[in-house]
């Protein structure tokens, strides 16, 4: 397991794990003196816990309903890792191997892995190229894959946000996103929905205002949630303001969705310098494509054909008030 640190003349720098393709850190100059706005934990603690902490997901991210997939006639049993759903492509999958280093910079760097056909059920053998750069204060996540054989392809960084280290929340979001996907019991999809409520973050809200106040909320223990996204590339899909309001964080991404999860289950995951990480400490701001797709069209196609390429370009831009 080896780290790469990254930095650029704006002054941000990253720390990258080759084991999962881990952002460790994401540290920009605030009032003079740097601030981390990533979660992250000591390296030997990484295959241990069970957050997916900062780590790159896939083959499938989120949730995929019964672990099965069904095309033209065809059936495949995926791995169950969460009751009878298959969650992040399966317990061994991108977040948990070691990449390749392919290429590195003192402002980039490009990682390589491939996912064997039949790897955790899934059909195929996809090649996956992932580089992360800064531009400015802008951390870029660019991915692209290949596969030999139709196989559904759902790529996103589990980074867990924190802008001031208190409670997140006590950020301020902004979400683009007239509608989101209501979840059932097992946290799958349910039919989307117009944006209502404290799902309603089109305007600008405090994380935690009326907390647990909707049965959705209730039900995933916060937001756990798809938000469908009506913005273009050029323009913000998220915007979080820290607590203390000295650090501001701006996603831009071509993907159709995003999931808000407000680390729910963080409680007892190993935290960077002993101790463990609390509920409600970190957020991921996960783009993507919609959960549950590969048996749902009506939720988009997520199948990746042989001779296509998947692409995935996110940005977080960080504004430091100095």
Same mark, same amino acid.
């Given at each position: 397991?080896?780290?790469?640190?990254?930095?650029?003349?704006?002054?941000?720098?990253?720390?990258?794990?080759?084991?999962?393709?881990?952002?460790?850190?994401?540290?920009?100059?605030?009032?003079?003196?740097?601030?981390?706005?990533?979660? $992250? %934990?000591?390296?030997? !603690?990484?295959?241990?816990?069970?957050?997916?902490?900062? $780590?790159?997901?896939?083959?499938?991210?989120?949730?995929?309903?019964?672990?099965?997939?069904?095309?033209?006639?065809?059936?495949?049993?995926?791995?169950?890792?969460? *009751?009878?759903? %298959?969650?992040?492509?399966?317990?061994?999958?991108?977040?948990?191997? @070691?990449? !390749?280093?392919?290429?590195?910079?003192? !402002?980039?760097?490009?990682?390589?892995?491939?996912?064997?056909?039949?790897?955790?059920?899934?059909?195929?053998?996809? $090649?996956?190229?992932?580089e992360y750069r800064l531009e400015g204060f802008d951390l870029v996540i660019?991915?692209?894959?290949?596969?030999?054989?139709?196989?559904?392809?759902?790529?996103?960084?589990?980074? /867990?946000?924190?802008?001031?280290?208190?409670?997140?929340?006590?950020?301020?979001?902004?979400?683009?996103?007239?509608? /989101?996907?209501?979840?059932?019991?097992?946290?799958?999809?349910?039919?989307?929905? *117009?944006?209502?409520?404290?799902?309603? =973050?089109?305007?600008?809200?405090?994380?935690?205002?009326?907390?647990?106040?909707?049965?959705?909320?209730?039900?995933?223990?916060?937001? !756990?949630? %798809?938000?469908?996204?009506?913005?273009?590339?050029?323009?913000?899909?998220?915007?979080?303001?820290?607590?203390?309001?000295?650090?501001?964080?701006?996603?831009?991404?071509?993907?159709?969705?995003?999931? =808000?999860?407000?680390?729910? +289950? =963080?409680?007892?995951?190993?935290?960077?310098?002993?101790?463990? +990480?609390?509920?409600h400490q970190g957020l991921c701001l996960e783009a993507q494509q919609l959960?549950?797709?590969?048996?749902?069209?009506?939720?988009?196609?997520?199948? @990746?054909?042989?001779?296509?390429?998947?692409?995935?370009?996110?940005?977080?831009?960080?504004?430091?008030?100095?």
């Amino acid at each position: 397991m080896r780290e790469f640190h990254l930095q650029n003349e704006a002054g941000l720098r990253v720390g990258v794990l080759d084991f999962g393709a881990t952002l460790t850190s994401l540290a920009v100059p605030v009032d003079g003196r740097y601030r981390n706005v990533l979660l $992250a %934990c000591e390296p030997f !603690d990484y295959p241990l816990q069970s957050a997916y902490l900062g $780590a790159m997901v896939g083959r499938f991210a989120n949730r995929i309903g019964n672990a099965r997939l069904a095309r033209d006639g065809q059936e495949w049993q995926l791995d169950a890792n969460e *009751g009878p759903t %298959c969650l992040h492509g399966g317990s061994q999958s991108l977040h948990n191997r @070691l990449w !390749d280093l392919v290429e590195q910079g003192e !402002d980039r760097i490009r990682l390589h892995t491939l996912l064997a056909d039949g790897e955790q059920g899934f059909p195929g053998n996809l $090649a996956v190229e992932l580089e992360y750069r800064l531009e400015g204060f802008d951390l870029v996540i660019e991915i692209g894959a290949t596969t030999d054989a139709p196989t559904p392809v759902n790529l996103t960084s589990h980074a /867990y946000f924190n802008l001031d280290g208190g409670d997140v929340r006590d950020h301020r979001i902004t979400l683009a996103a007239d509608h /989101y996907l209501p979840i059932d019991e097992l946290l799958l999809p349910l039919e989307r929905a *117009g944006v209502e409520g404290v799902f309603d =973050l089109r305007h600008g809200r405090r994380i935690g205002q009326q907390w647990l106040s909707h049965p959705q909320q209730m039900l995933a223990r916060g937001f !756990d949630h %798809c938000f469908l996204l009506d913005t273009t590339e050029d323009k913000p899909a998220v915007t979080l303001v820290a607590g203390d309001e000295r650090l501001k964080l701006e996603m831009y991404t071509d993907q159709p969705g995003v999931q =808000l999860y407000t680390g729910n +289950w =963080l409680s007892g995951t190993p935290a960077l310098g002993g101790g463990e +990480w609390r509920n409600h400490q970190g957020l991921c701001l996960e783009a993507q494509q919609l959960p549950d797709s590969p048996n749902r069209p009506e939720l988009g196609d997520p199948w @990746l054909l042989p001779g296509e390429t998947y692409r995935h370009l996110t940005r977080y831009r960080l504004f430091p008030s100095n």
